[in-house]
């Protein structure tokens, strides 16, 4: 049974995708997939309970695909072209589309453990995205090998302690760090009492408030972060600034922080 928050999230990244069919069919087919439901809620398990890290599991991973997909629709009105759009070789819907594969099942690995989840996660991954691709595109084999190798590529270097080139993979580098809010940390915190090296992540996240993500002054995306407490700071300058600065998107995002009543500091 998936939960409230799963369903709303669901719902955002549905009406978003309303004007792309090859996207709203790939989500569909991913959100009813009973054994990737099942790989996400177990990681959950791991990351919380086993580990005492945030959240991991459906939510957190269907938050980062809404986040990946607004992030890349700002950059498509803007006028920018993903790397399979540039090189020739997909169309923008492609992209979208192994954006979407890579934010559903980035953290799959963590249902083995932490330590070297990106590449457990491509390993998991990698049969639902061929069974997905497969749905989509039949009769395409062109399409199903690249917009998987986009999907790995993003997948892999999620933690950007591996270097990676295309558009694609940097947006899911950038939305999986947008996703620290005060939600995510509410169950840890709850069941994990016991003070422990790494709470700093938890106590940090909990400080955030809201995250914003619109069209920027100056860059095609602007990351608008309210916070409640300076605690906050550590999550952007040690989590959210490492994946923007490895991330090939970099280049077209603009990022202001600040605790509420005060001022937003400019970071890019």
Do not use: W
């Not at 006028?79 to 594969?101: C, H, K, N, P, Y």
């Amino acid at each position: 049974m998936k939960s409230v928050k799963e369903v709303n999230t669901e719902a955002k990244i549905l009406e978003r995708l309303r004007d792309y069919p090859q996207c709203l069919k790939l989500v569909q087919y991913l959100f009813d997939d009973a054994e990737l439901q099942e790989l996400q809620e177990y990681a959950n398990n791991v990351s919380i309970k086993r580990l005492g890290y945030n959240d991991h599991g459906p939510v957190h991973m269907r938050q980062v695909v809404g986040n990946a997909v607004k992030m890349l629709k700002l950059l498509h009105e803007s006028g920018i072209q993903t790397s399979l759009e540039r090189e020739e070789t997909g169309t923008f819907e492609d992209s979208m589309s192994a954006v979407i594969l890579a934010g559903m099942m980035h953290d799959l690995g963590m249902s083995v453990g932490r330590q070297g989840h990106e590449e457990m996660s491509v390993m998991l991954a990698q049969p639902i995205i061929e069974r997905a691709l497969l749905h989509l595109f039949p009769d395409d084999l062109h399409r199903r090998v690249v917009i998987k190798s986009v999907a790995i590529e993003a997948i892999i270097g999620h933690m950007s302690t591996r270097k990676i080139h295309s558009i694609e993979a940097g947006i899911i580098l950038i939305a999986d760090g947008c996703d620290m809010t005060k939600g995510r940390a509410r169950i840890p915190l709850a069941i994990n009492t016991t003070p422990k090296v790494g709470d700093i992540h938890k106590y940090s996240a909990n400080a955030i408030n809201r995250i914003g993500i619109h069209h920027g002054d100056k860059k095609p995306i602007r990351i608008d972060i309210e916070m409640s407490g300076d605690v906050g700071f550590f999550q952007i300058e040690e989590v959210l600034l490492t994946k923007i600065e490895a991330s090939p998107a970099k280049q077209f995002v603009e990022l202001y922080a600040g605790v509420v009543g005060q001022e937003r500091k400019c970071y890019l």
